[in-house]
């Protein structure tokens, strides 16, 4: 299986590799059938971006690090649920997100590393928070890399799965994380910490950021995190970078926009090349990414011209970049 671009479907060569949900978690389309053109056009119009296949060149590669598709979508419609209800009721109810957050934690706990599901593969309507569990997804990994505890764990993924909810309440973007903390701090029992994730997660550590321009220890550890999952998923889901591309820019903005420390937990723990991904090999060899193993960025690969599987660990001369740097 792998993730293509909606634009790159060939029906003649590719099925379904997962599932397409409606907006009410219903599934449109079934795995392993193959699709329509007119269908396809269909699919663009309500929004969705990305297709998980299964085609000759993918074929064996199953992408174990992600999470299953139930749990994907009972995590969108808990903060969906949450959403809606700050807008229609004063106090809404944190049942449902602190469940998710305990699940996507455990998720986050048991296994090396977790592959995202891109908002893109959902309907247009359902991104926002697909966005949100990503960015969830994210700021674990990398608190989980820091030595984070599950308590202080759980007050990143709360603040996390609401960190954009200013947006709905409000309808300047600009305004969105200070509408944000006002709203959750006066629900009772919503952790202080979590609001101010909120708050501060469009800060950046040169004061460059908003609403307030914070500077260094002003622009709290959870906040940092937040902040650069929440710019990663945007790079991927709305900006289109490859994980490859989105990683070097994060790296980039090292010490400047968030501290070293977590920069290089994040580096450690997302993957440049998530299985699936086609790449090349010494600047020639067309090769395709079939795992991931401890070192995130040095994967197993398998060469398209005679499937000959090449272990990146154990192989340190090889490098590898994005296929499409070089086509
Ligand atoms: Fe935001
Ligand atoms: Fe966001």
């Known amino acids: 299986m792998?993730?293509?671009?909606?634009?790159?479907y060939d029906h003649n060569s590719m099925v379904l590799g997962k599932p397409?949900?409606?907006?009410?978690?219903?599934?449109?389309?079934?795995a392993g059938r193959t699709i329509d053109p007119k269908i396809i056009t269909r699919l663009e119009a309500i929004g969705i971006e990305f297709l998980f296949v299964e085609d000759e060149i993918s074929k064996g590669i199953s992408i174990e690090d992600m999470l299953d598709m139930p749990t994907w979508t009972d995590a969108i419609e808990a903060v969906k649920t949450f959403y809606h209800q700050a807008v229609t009721y004063h106090s809404p109810k944190l049942e449902g997100i602190q469940k998710v957050a305990g699940t996507l934690l455990q998720e986050v706990k048991y296994r090396p590393t977790l592959i995202l599901i891109p908002a893109g593969t959902m309907t247009k309507d359902l991104q926002p928070y697909a966005h949100a569990v990503n960015v969830t997804i994210l700021a674990l990994l990398?608190?989980?890399?820091?030595?984070?505890?599950?308590?202080?764990?759980?007050?990143l993924a709360?603040?996390?799965?609401?960190?954009?909810?200013?947006?709905?309440?409000?309808?300047?973007?600009n305004k969105h994380p200070e509408k944000g903390f006002d709203f959750l701090r006066?629900?009772?029992?919503?952790?202080?910490?979590?609001?101010?994730?909120?708050?501060?997660?469009?800060?950046?550590?040169?004061?460059g950021g908003f609403p307030r321009k914070l500077k260094d220890q002003a622009f709290l550890e959870m906040a940092q995190i937040c902040g650069l999952a929440n710019w990663y998923d945007n790079m991927i889901s709305k900006e289109n970078f490859a994980p490859h591309d989105a990683m070097e820019a994060i790296m980039a903005a090292s010490d400047r926009a968030y501290s070293h420390r977590i920069v290089a937990a994040f580096s450690q723990s997302v993957a440049s090349y998530p299985p699936g991904t086609k790449v090349i090999v010494d600047n020639k060899e067309p090769a395709i990414v079939t795992k991931i193993h401890k070192h995130l960025q040095r994967p197993i690969i398998k060469?398209?011209?005679?499937?000959k599987i090449i272990d990146l660990l154990e192989n340190p001369t090889y490098m590898i970049k994005p296929f499409d740097t070089v086509v």
């Not at 792998?2 to 790159?8: D, F, P, Y």
């Not at 060469?303 to 499937?307: A, G, I, T, V």
């Open 2 to 8: 792998r993730l293509i671009n909606i634009s790159e």
């Open 20 to 30: 397409i949900y409606d907006s009410n978690k219903r599934i449109l389309l079934a």
């Open 142 to 155: 990398i608190a989980k890399e820091m030595g984070y505890n599950d308590i202080k764990q759980k007050d």
């Open 158 to 173: 709360i603040g996390s799965l609401v960190h954009d909810i200013g947006k709905i309440l409000d309808d300047d973007p």
């Open 186 to 207: 006066n629900i009772s029992q919503f952790s202080i910490v979590s609001a101010h994730i909120a708050y501060q997660h469009h800060e950046r550590l040169d004061g």
């Open 303 to 307: 060469l398209l011209s005679n499937d």
